[in-house]
Structures are given as C-alpha cells and as structure tokens.
C-alpha cells in the first residue's frame, strides 16, 4: 500500500512533546507551536491533548513538522522549573530498558510541585548614619540587620524612605529534619588510604567493607576530591530511615552544599532542596533510590550506600533498580562509582573490581562473635538465652523482620483462616488499632470475636510480629522500648526522632524490621539479636540465602561497634542452614563463592538475566489471554538463549487474578526489546484492554 506524501511545515521551532499520559496505547512524540515563554529540551508545557489538557516534557526541538500548519496548535504554558537535559536522555533510556513507557519515565524526573517560600529581607545601605537623626530604637533596628523584616516592618519602611534600608523579597528554605552530628577529624588506615587512591583512578568500584570499617569516612574524602574538582555528587541510601543519620555526617563535613532527597519530606522542603540542586546552590544530593535523579549539574562521583538492599528497586512502573540506574548515569557522565557494604550481592562482586576493608576502625573490638540458637520445638518467641542477655544489656537492637501482632488467625473449631477479600493471603492482626490488616491492598476489618462460620468462640492467633514482642519486652525489662517499623513511622520525621531518643538514652532496646539492620551506628549497643532468621529462607526465590546471610550479617555489624565490644543472639528453627552458619563465621567470601557456584550451575544472575512479565486483569480468562500472547510473541522473536518460563499463575491481588511470564536469558538487549515490542502489541489488542502489564527487568 502506498502511503499519502506527507506535507512538512517550516517554523522557527517545533516543540516535540511527550504528553504524560500512563496509558500504554499510545507512543511517540506530538508536535506543538511553543508557548510565548521560551521553550528548550526538558521544559515542562501545559498541552491540548484530545479533549483534555495535560502536562507534557519538550524532548526536542525542530525546525519542521509533518503536521500540517492548520492543525499545529500552541502549548498552553510553560512551567518554571524545567527537566535537565541529560535526565531527559537517562528517562528515554530507562523507557526502553525497562520496557516501559517514555511518559511515565519522564514522570520520574520531573521537577517537584511547589513554589519558593518568601519573606520581606531588611538590609542597611551604604548611607553613613552620623548626622542622622535616629531614636535608640532605631539605631538597635538597624544593628541587628541584614534579617527578616518581621513585626518591624512598619519602622524599616520608614526608613527605607531615608535611604537607610533596603527591603526585598528573599527566599526563605524550609530545612528537613536531621539528627545534627559533629564532624570527626580521622586519620586514615592504610586499607582506607588504598581505596580512595582506587577510587581516585576512576571506573566503578565495590567498597567492600566489614561493618564499621569505615566506608563513609572513603566517601566523605571522595565527594571531597570531587568537589575540588567542581563536579557534583549524588549519595543513594537504601532506606528513609537512614537518610537523616548520613545526611548528618556530610552537613557535618560540607555544610549547606549537602541537600536532603526522599518522599518522606514535605512539599516546601521537597521543592527547596530541590532548587538548591538545580541552581547549584548545593553540590551534593543525598537520599534513597529517588535521589539517583536529583538534578546534579557535571556529576562527578556516585555512591550508592548497602548496595545489597532490595529497596533500590522501584515497585512502580518502570521498575528500575536505582543501582543500574546510577551506573548508566555515572557513565553518561564520566564519573566514578562506588558501591559500598559488608555484604555485598553476587552481581556486584561478580561484576565490579573489589577494594576491600577487612577491619573495623575507631576503637571498636572487631566484629561480635555470634551464637545461634536453635528453636525447634520451642513455644514461645524469644529462647531462654534471649531474655537473660536482653536483661544484662544496657543497649541492645532486636530484629524481627515482620510486623504486627500475629501472622494470622483461625478457627480451631473449623479451620477457617481470615483472608482478605481482595487479595489471596491472610490477614495479620494488629492489636493496638484492633484490627486485621491486609498488607498488600491495605484492607482492614475488626477483629473478630467468633468464628463467622462456625459460631465457636476459640479463634487462635499464630505466630508473633514486633507489636507482639514489644509488649513481651515491654513488661519483662526495665529499659524503654523503641520500635522502629512501618506502623510507628508512618507520620513525619518519626524515624529521626526516634533514632534521636534511641540514641540519648542510657539505656533502652531499639526492635524493628529489616530498617533496625541497615547503616545504624550506635556505638553503646552491646547486644544483637534476630528473631526468626530463617523466614526469608522459606520464600520461594533464588535470592533467599542472599537475603538471609545479609539480614543476619547487617544486624550483627550494628553490635559491639564501642570499646565494650558486644555479641549477637540469631534465634532459628533452621541452624544448619548454610546461608546462616556463614553470616555466623562473618565468612562473607565463603558465602559469595558458594552462592556463584550455586546461580552458574542453575543460571542465574550474574550469569544470566531474568526478565517477568505480569498481566492482571479482572477475569482470569483475560489475564491468562494476555500472558500467553505475550508468551507466544517473546518465543516468535527470541533464540536458544532466552528460556521462556510461564504462563503462570499468581495468587489474587487487589481484586486482580494474575498470570506471569518469565524468561531467563543471556541475550539481554534483544530479550527486552522483544519483550516491550511483545507488551505493546498485547496492550493494544481490545479484547485484552482491561488487562494491566507489569514488566520487571533484573526483579529483586
């Protein structure tokens, strides 16, 4: 078929939009006349857009169109904050790598709601005050300037009319909370010395360290080098939790140039430290997976902080893994990466050159020797052993990697277990808000007095999460405890403020979720303790011994880290396991060449990569329709390299029956784009249009 000859159109500039719509039927580039405002690559314009208006990215600039000049039509508006050019690129980049669309990247690095916060600035000219004839309170007035304007507004107009004072507009930053902290004047240790001089010669890097052998001491010095150089700086923490405490450190040594990134900020103080970033007016960003994004003009170093922590990956669509993420954006750049961690995963170790810091620093006693016990048989949530050492130390972190009161119930009577009516998984009951929550859909219900189908009165709650064990602590000890989980941080800088009262008490027991692992540093706790170490091993992933041996050796690097040294308790039903002898003998080498060995024989990652593809839909007629076609198209265009696995199903979530596609693959460029190229063609067919697609190259 012969295609009609398309007219092209001569303007001065074509802005060519990317409409941010989520929908995945539509793609490619519109063409619109620019505002009256100046337009440029990552100018963020108000456009017509079928019967409505939406916010687009300007991702070129052209001199002609092949849209006709009468159906041209103008952009609305132009936002004042733009997108960084080369984010535009990283964000097109990510589209494709994460066979997601251009749209929704770009969403990711768009510039933050909100607008500066003002005030009225007093400041005194050069005008010489002999001869002038001032009251005391005017003269005290004009000592205390330059300052906000404040109730003395009214005086310092009328001196402005004298030409005694000036008074502007001037922004005023709404600063986030952080847990103030005195910079440390350290000599380094020759392992230390040796890494930075490593880093200093460029490339990617894995800092891999014990715990307190002082990493961020290496990324301090090289953030300096890269400042000196004029180049900026993006630090990646895995959790918000940990933000406060490591932002602490690097406003301690660098000042106001360090600016705070996370969700967890409010609007204002999002925006401001945003600006301050875009403007240059702060040369080093610091936050979780987000900040990988901060707007950092010549970047110059990265350091992504625990890079074995799952929480770098994105849950939303694109599904990025901010480590992969930084490494794209470090190379576009031509700066140098360090990942860092006592535990580092299979990938990085596999992958990048290794520096390495045997040794803990600062007066501590190496690290804690561990004892594991085992719970076979046992009736009850801590072992004898555990509660005599919680009530002999002074200081002491207890993880429990699961939160609530109990796991589930059921009745005796009949066997019925309470689910949620929208997710296939039962609920876990949480005592203080006397209810059962889903922690999938956030479903909640009362708890139940009886069994709604059988009548009985003997409803049994199984299992114990760190609502329970806090108030088992609570009444068996002497010292407060502190309880650090997504149901006690839910609010504004909580976390910080909690952290802070952990850390001025003299004695107390700080209990948590995996977040209790990760990067504290308390150098009075004495005792470790994790409860239930072997539950990340039931999950059905090739990543569970990974996860297990780095949930136990975090928490154990968070112990005897002072001059009184310390020990860690590992309670498990399962002490034989492999992944948590070795995280006993802080036998990090030996886990790491066992589990390579294990993923080369079975094809895992680092030797292969997995890619899944999930479909959901209402029916599950429509879902299983979905996989299968998208099944179909990946084996039509893909070799013997990429083994395809599916479809299969997955358990009801959120009221949506679920069927997933995963392939195994060591033709990575052409197993995603047949995969997108797959996804595409599928959200586009109208019987399968209310199926949702989830692709997650590289899932964690």
């Known amino acids: ?50 019967r409505q208006k939406l916010e687009g990215v300007v991702v070129e600039l052209a001199a002609t169109s092949e849209v006709p000049a009468e159906k041209l039509v103008r952009a609305a508006g132009v936002r004042e904050d733009s997108v960084p050019a080369d984010l535009v690129q990283l964000a097109l980049w990510m589209a494709d790598e994460y066979c997601s669309t251009a749209a929704r990247a770009l969403s990711l690095v768009l510039p933050p709601p909100g607008r500066a916060r003002t005030q009225l600035w007093a400041a005194r000219t050069a005008t010489e005050l002999d001869g002038q004839r001032l009251t005391e309170n005017q003269r005290a007035l004009l000592e205390r300037l330059p300052g906000p304007a404040g109730g003395d507004l009214g005086s310092l107009r009328r001196l402005e009319t004298r030409g005694l004072v000036t008074i502007a507009p001037q922004a005023r930053r709404r600063v986030p909370r952080t847990n103030a902290a005195a910079d440390r004047s350290v000599e ?47 630090v990646l923490v895995p959790e918000i939790a940990l933000t406060p405490q490591t932002v602490a450190r690097f406003q301690a040594r660098f000042g106001d140039t360090v600016a705070l990134l996370h ?106 020797p561990v004892r594991v016990l085992d719970m076979r048989g046992a ?79 003997s409803v049994a709650r199984h299992g114990a999460g760190t609502e329970r064990v806090e108030a088992e602590l609570g009444e068996a000890l002497e010292v407060p405890v502190f309880r650090l989980d997504a149901d006690t941080t839910a609010t504004k800088d909580a976390v910080p403020r909690l952290l802070a009262r952990f850390r001025a008490a003299p004695a107390g027991l700080l209990l948590g979720t995996q977040m209790v692992a990760k990067g504290l540093d308390f150098p009075d706790v ?76 079975l094809r895992y990652p680092p030797f292969a990569d997995l890619i899944r593809v999930v479909c959901s839909a209402p029916q599950l007629a429509a879902a299983h329709a979905a996989a299968a076609r998208v099944a179909g198209a990946v084996a039509d265009t893909t070799g013997e390299p990429t083994e395809l696995l599916g479809p299969a199903p997955l358990f009801r979530l959120r009221n949506r029956e679920r069927f997933q596609v995963v392939l195994k693959t060591t033709e990575r460029a052409l197993a995603i784009r047949a995969t997108g190229a797959a996804v595409e063609d599928a959200a586009r067919h109208r019987a399968l249009r209310e199926v949702a697609f989830s692709v997650d190259v590289d899932p964690v």
């Open 1 to 50: 078929m012969k295609w009609p000859e398309r007219r092209l159109w001569s303007s001065a500039v074509i802005a060519r939009v990317q409409p941010l719509t989520t929908t995945r039927r539509l793609s490619g580039l519109f063409d619109y006349l620019p505002p009256d405002a100046p337009v440029g690559v990552g100018s963020v314009v108000r456009v017509p857009f079928g």
């Open 188 to 234: 380094l240790t020759p392992d230390q010395a040796a890494a930075v001089a490593a880093v200093r010669e460029g490339g990617e890097h894995l800092l891999h360290g014990v715990t307190g052998s002082g990493k961020t001491e290496v990324y301090l010095r090289a953030c300096a080098e890269a400042l000196a150089a004029g180049r900026g700086v993006i």
């Open 263 to 368: 969700s967890a900020l409010s609007e204002g103080e999002r925006y401001d430290e945003w600006r301050r970033l875009r403007s240059g007016e702060a040369r080093i960003a610091v936050g979780p997976r987000s900040a990988v994004f901060a707007p950092v003009a010549r970047l110059g170093l990265v350091v992504i902080d625990e890079e074995h922590d799952p929480s770098y990956k994105h849950e939303g669509d694109p599904r990025y893994d901010a480590r992969h993420v930084a490494a794209e954006r470090a190379r576009r750049a031509g700066a140098r990466l360090i990942a860092g961690s006592a535990t580092p995963r299979p990938e990085t170790a596999h992958g990048l050159r290794r520096v390495r810091l045997p040794e803990r620093v600062g007066g501590g006693r190496g690290l804690p």
């Open 379 to 457: 009736n009850h949530p801590l072992h004898p052993e555990t509660r005599r050492a919680l009530g002999g130390a002074r200081k002491a972190i207890v993880l429990l990697n699961r939160r609530g009161w109990s796991n589930f119930l059921t009745c005796r009577a009949c066997g019925k277990a309470w689910e949620c009516p929208n997710c296939d998984v039962a609920l876990v009951l949480h005592r203080a808000e006397r209810a059962l929550a889903c922690h999938h859909c956030g479903h909640r219900e009362p708890v139940p007095q009886r069994c709604d189908r059988c009548g009985s009165l």
């Open 526 to 601: 004495t005792l470790g303790v994790v409860l239930d170490a072997d539950a990340t091993l039931r999950f059905p992933d090739f990543r569970a011994e990974e996860r297990t041996f780095a949930l136990i050796a975090q928490l154990a690097g968070r112990a005897g880290r002072g001059p009184r040294g310390g020990r860690v308790l590992v309670q498990t039903v399962a002490p034989d396991a492999s992944a948590i002898a070795a995280a006993a003998r802080h036998d990090a080498d030996g886990f790491l060449h066992e589990e390579l060995a294990r993923r080369r024989a």
